[in-house]
């Protein structure tokens, strides 16, 4: 059982920048691949970055690519979202989640992290 916690959401305004946070409870934290996932109100939950267990593979969706980067920190249990130039429409409760490489589909999710992008 993975339990996960983010942290680091809030308020900011748009071209502005916040550090989202995960923590894992798992003793087995590098073999798992993690992920950024995102539902805005009426919208259906969406992908945002992924990371494979090595920490060197990594992968974003068309929307965040070049302003959000995710990183991992196998000695802490941690998986980091750093979100840069931030805009209104990447308001969204933002949510981590593990699952093994063989998946189908994310396996263990946090509660989520509210990021609120005025304009």
């Known amino acids: 059982q993975v339990q996960l916690a983010e942290s680091g959401g809030g308020l900011v305004q748009a071209g502005g920048s916040l550090r989202l946070s995960c923590a894992a409870s798992?003793?087995?934290?590098?073999?798992?691949?993690m992920g950024w996932l995102r539902q805005a109100p009426g919208k259906e939950r969406e992908f945002v970055a992924g990371l494979r267990p090595s920490g060197y593979n990594t992968y974003y969706s068309d929307a965040v690519k070049g302003r959000f980067t995710i990183s991992k920190d196998n000695a802490k249990n941690t998986v980091d979202l750093q979100m840069n130039s931030l805009k209104p429409e990447d308001t969204a409760v933002y949510y981590c989640?593990?699952?093994?490489?063989?998946?189908?589909?994310?396996?263990?999710w946090g509660r989520g992290t509210q990021v609120t992008v005025s304009s």
């Open positions: 798992v003793r087995t934290f590098d073999m798992y691949v």
């Open positions: 989640a593990a699952r093994f490489g063989s998946d189908s589909s994310w396996r263990y």
